[in-house]
């Protein structure tokens, strides 16, 4: 509930401290009297506005300080906490303009921004300017508003969440598809690139192992030659046949031999038997370098191939074997992308079926709500005079979205034939301001604002009609709190509490005051309202009437 404004140096307005009770306020005054600044400091306390339109003329700051009472289960009381500001059943909401251009917020002290100042707006008040009708009634605010009427927060919440999935959902198969498109052409070039490393089958450390035996085999090809002409040179034909010749003539030699022709044969007997060993230790050797003679071509040729890949591959030769692991994992990477996206498109598919249903529950209880807020305005019509007046809700299909998957629209009528049209476009404007009354009478039964502010809702209206509005507002602030700015006495009349605003002038410069009325001053701003600036006795006779007749419609 609105408790009280105090006002500093904004336009008019040098020094004022204004306070708001329960049930009907009203605030009556000459025209040009200043009532609108008022409503305009309230809005500016509550985020909008700019420096520039506030200052006033005594001071380089303009200062609005707005005071609200919250009961414990009031929607501002989270709207603080969720922004870590204090919440102890009071709120004081303050806002200061500066000559820079500047303007400064506090919340119970503590610095905010706009856009929590907004966010308190739409808890705290409805106020409605003369102006306000398109505002209000704007289809873009159709929707929000059934769902306050049907108090649809926590179905719309849901349908929200399941809207932010789907579209995760989405992004994450869109991904999917993307990584999938970008490696279609890797695919292939990784296919052949494994078939190739597969059917060579490199080993650790192969590259280095095939070199070794390449310079083996090339060497061993010379010494093979080398080791054939050595034993050719010891063989019969070389060193063994040559000694054996030399050990035969000797022999020959018969008794006469000496001592050292004995000697002789001794030496030559062990030299052919070194010889001999030496021709087998030969053999041997040149059975070790024995080798297929296409060894040398065949181990060339792989080298060659694993040199190759390993440049193709950025690796070194020896390390080939770990690119085969590589290369397999990649095509499994992208073989996978079919499965991811048929998860992707499973995990959509589930969002989307918990969106549609729960958007579908949504739409129901709208349809609902709808039904009971067209029977609930079309009962507040015919005390507002607008007895052939129509009004529904129309409800169509709409593209989904996270508010749902509907496209809201008042229509109404004022007389009888006429069509049913948009709210704000088939009323004059006397009837426009009955069609809102009645549909924010029958928001405030759904607790959708604490306190509502009109500002001349019965703008262009007189006699019973004007009676009739001043009944609903009385009535309408049985429920919440009401504050009227209003030049129809039948409207002033109903009030529970009267301000009166005047316009001051001194010393060549004007202000603004605002004070509350006694019960005979009272009679008097009424019976102005009824007469004029000269007050008769009949006009205050009247007056009394009014206010006496106020508690019955």
Known sequence: ML???????????????????EGLNVLTGETGAGKTVLLDSLDFALGRGRAADVLGNNGEVAEVSVEFELEQEHPANETLRKNGLSSDGELLVRRVAFTTGRTTA???????????LESLRNDLINLHGQHDDKAFLGVANHRRLLDRYGDHGPALRQVQSAWQ?????RKAKAKAVERQESAAGEVDFLRKALKDLETLDPQ???????????????????????????????GMSGAIGQCGEA???LERIGSDRVQLIEEALNSLERASVELDESMQALDKFLNMLEFDPFELENVEERLFTIRSLARKHRTLPDRLHEVVETVAKQLESLDACDEEIQRAEGERLRCLENYDKLADALTALRRASAARLDTEIADELAPLKLKHAKFRTDIQAASPGMHGKDRIRFLGSANPGQPLKPINRFASGGELARFMLAFKACLTTSNAFPSMVFD???????????????????????????VVVTHSPQVGAMGQHHCVVRKKTTAGAASIDISPLTEDQRVDEIARMLSGERISDEARQAARVLLSSSSTP
Not at 106 to 116: G, L, S
Not at 219 to 229: D, L, P, Q, W
């Open 247 to 249: 050990i035969r003539q």
């Open 204 to 234: 650790p450390n192969e590259a280095s192992d095939l070199d070794e035996r390449r310079r083996f085999i090339r060497v061993a090809e010379n010494n093979r030659k080398r080791v054939g002409n050595a034993l050719q040179s010891i």
């Open 165 to 169: 999935q789907l579209a995760s959902a």
């Open 106 to 116: 506090f919340a119970n002290d503590r610095r905010c921004t706009r856009v929590i």
């Open 456 to 482: 001349e809702i019965d703008s262009g209206l007189g006699g019973a009609t004007a009676a009739a509005v001043g009944f609903r507002l009385r009535a309408l602030a049985c429920k919440t709190q009401v």
């Open 3 to 21: 408790r009280g404004i105090s006002i500093r140096n904004f336009r008019l307005v040098e020094r004022l401290d204004i306070e708001f009770f």
